[in-house]
């Protein structure tokens, strides 16, 4: 099932070294970045307000820039009638342009089918490594937005990492307690996940989105009676698909989901690339500033709306206000946002409403 253009398989790239950061992908980094700038720059030029999107987000990495206004982004998911192609295209840009967001990410809906045949840790060895048209459907999508967005605003691809579609292939906890048990068995399936996901990665980036939307999970309290399962055998697969993302794209954003535990500790992730970080302040103990987020991560932050707090509930009037309390005390540069995808069925006018009151702040 190997797709003929595949990469360096990924276990490979853990033992040859891909997880280094090399002065020559340091030097790719910033030429990126600067050539994205300026053609940003050039674009407002030509474009107007527009074209500003792109700037605005691009600001956050320059370093001693300034930003021209706060920009913001909030995600939902949508119908499945608009998962993929044509449909997905155009949903995704009536949402965009209806809220005003800062720039466009690409839901990711193709779920991992399930295998039920999976029962013991032994069984991850049948993982099948999906090759790239088990992608299209999404591909297709990307395609679209691509060449329809991408003069505008950062185009952004959503990724789940292995940890996680391998619990969409069984179940977390079944996953979670396999690991437990024999995390080398598992390690095998692993592999086989992300061979899969750094096929689907190498086509988006041909495709040209800007960066990626990067999510991981497997480090929330409790998941692991010994941390160090995380450690060794989630985070190394999570780093091979992120690090091909920092090598190639100018612009990535580490979510750190909480959506189904909360965090005791977020430094396991201060490694982590991604030029933003997106996760929940309030951890299980207590809440981090933003402040000590970005100092902990040394980056720019993005967040501070509760998922399930008042976006879902108030209107413009109270939503703004709410805005304006999270960004005097957000960290500079920031993007505003929320901790993880909002409920599907909110009012777009809410998102808008905390989008406008953002852009009404200067950076």
């Known amino acids: 099932m190997d797709d003929p253009e595949s990469p360096v398989e990924p276990w490979a790239l853990l033992s040859c070294g891909l997880m280094s950061s090399s ?9 990126a970045i600067g050539a994205a700038a300026a053609a940003s720059a050039a674009a407002v030029t030509e474009g107007g307000a527009a074209a500003g999107k792109r700037e605005a987000m691009l600001a956050l990495l320059e370093k001693g820039g300034r930003q021209p206004y706060i920009p913001a982004a909030f995600f939902i ?20 342009r209806y809220t005003g967001m800062d720039f466009v990410k690409i839901q990711y809906e193709r779920t991992f089918p399930p295998i039920p045949a999976i029962k013991r840790p032994a069984d991850w060895a049948t993982m099948p490594s999906y090759p790239l048209d ?10 679209g937005l691509v060449k329809e967005a991408k003069h505008e605003a950062l185009v ?13 292939t069984t179940s977390l906890p079944l996953l979670t307690s396999h690991l437990q048990e024999n995390p080398d068995a598992v390690r095998k399936g692993l592999e086989a996940i992300t061979g899969s996901l750094m096929r689907f990665v190498t086509a988006c980036i041909r495709l040209g989105v800007d960066g990626f939307y ?11 009676a010994d941390p160090g399962v995380f450690a060794r055998h989630v985070k190394p697969f999570d780093l091979v698909l992120m690090n091909e993302m920092k090598r190639s794209c100018p612009f990535n954003i580490l979510h750190v989901c909480d ?6 500790d977020l430094s396991p992730f201060t490694d982590y690339p991604g030029h933003v970080v997106n996760c929940n302040p309030q951890l299980t103990e207590r809440k981090l500033s933003w402040t000590e987020i970005a100092r902990l991560f040394g980056r720019p932050c993005m967040g501070g709306m509760d998922r399930h707090g008042l976006m879902t509930s108030a209107g413009p009037a109270e939503i703004a206000r709410e805005v304006t309390r999270v960004l005097n005390e957000a960290s500079r540069p920031f ?21 406008d009151a953002a852009h009404a702040r200067k950076g």
């Open 23 to 31: 002065p020559s992908r340091r030097h790719f980094l910033r030429s």
């Open 77 to 96: 998911h949508f119908d499945t009638a608009f998962h993929f192609g044509a449909a997905a295209v155009q949903k995704h840009l009536e949402y965009f």
């Open 134 to 143: 088990f992608y299209e459907p999404v591909l297709s999508a990307v395609r």
């Open 156 to 168: 952004l691809m959503t990724l789940y990492s292995p940890f996680m579609c391998a619990g969409h």
């Open 214 to 224: 990067a999510s991981t999970q497997g480090g929330e309290a409790g998941r692991f």
């Open 259 to 264: 959506y189904n535990a909360p965090y005791a």
């Open 335 to 355: 993007i505003l946002g929320a901790d993880c995808t909002l409920p599907a069925d909110i009012k777009w006018d809410s998102i808008r409403a905390a989008v």
